[in-house]
């Protein structure tokens, strides 16, 4: 059929065919629907939402939604471990890659602790939990990783406030031209 064309009728099949201005599909996004995907929490804790939770709380939900991929307390596995201050001394995740990385040993930021477990977890449901759930939750792995004590809420003003152990062991890299690591 195309040889055809183009042998009999050149001058509608060689034109070369432009893409439209505007695709006739699609529609604006709403408002809502931005809403639902604008859920980034930044390091000062700008985008937490409204809510809270406790230890105990939190410590009901992990077991439910949470023990069954990380261990009934949040070291055992199967998937990653979420507890573990070692090793505390030295800082030498650059020297030996092998050490395993924790909330408690590498995370610089609290606050991303929320924005990952609201966004990625539970792996099997992401963007399941309430922000009360994911308060709680992110109250007891800070209370595990001895970070926070036991009788800690954590809410939009009490999370940023939260200095994690590895916290002075990032710099900004705002060298130019240069090695790109530091
Ligand atoms: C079905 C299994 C599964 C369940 C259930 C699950 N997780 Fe995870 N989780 C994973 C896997 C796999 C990873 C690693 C993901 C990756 O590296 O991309 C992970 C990573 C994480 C991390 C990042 C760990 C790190 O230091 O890099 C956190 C925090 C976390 N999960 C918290 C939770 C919480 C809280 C719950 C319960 C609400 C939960 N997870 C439920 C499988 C699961």
Redo the contacts with the bound molecule.
């Keep these: 059929m195309t040889l055809v064309c183009l042998l009999a009728v050149p001058t509608g099949c060689d034109r070369e065919e432009q893409p439209p201005e505007i695709f006739a599909f699609g529609r604006p996004a709403t408002p809502e629907e931005i809403r639902a995907w604008d859920i980034d929490v930044m390091p000062d804790g700008t985008g937490l939402p409204p809510g809270s939770g406790t230890v105990v709380q939190g410590a009901k939900?992990?077991a439910e939604?949470?023990a069954?991929?990380?261990g009934p307390t949040g070291r055992e596995g199967p998937?990653?471990?979420?507890v573990g201050r070692e090793p505390r001394e030295g800082f030498p995740f650059g020297r030996d890659p092998t050490l395993t990385?924790?909330?408690g040993n590498?995370?610089p930021y609290a606050t991303t602790?929320y924005d990952?477990?609201n966004r990625?977890?539970?792996?099997?449901?992401p963007g399941s939990?309430t922000p009360d759930?994911v308060y709680s939750?992110v109250a007891y792995?800070l209370f595990l990783n001895e970070i926070v004590p036991e009788d800690a809420v954590m809410n939009a003003q009490t999370l940023p406030q939260v200095t994690m152990p590895a916290r002075d062991r990032f710099v900004l890299d705002n060298r130019r031209g240069g090695q790109e690591i530091r």
């Excluded at 998937?79 to 979420?82: A, E, H, I, R, Y």
């Design positions: 939900v992990f939604k949470c069954l991929c990380h998937f990653d471990p979420l990385r924790t909330i590498y995370w602790l990952y477990i990625a977890m539970p792996l099997n449901a939990l759930e939750l792995l």
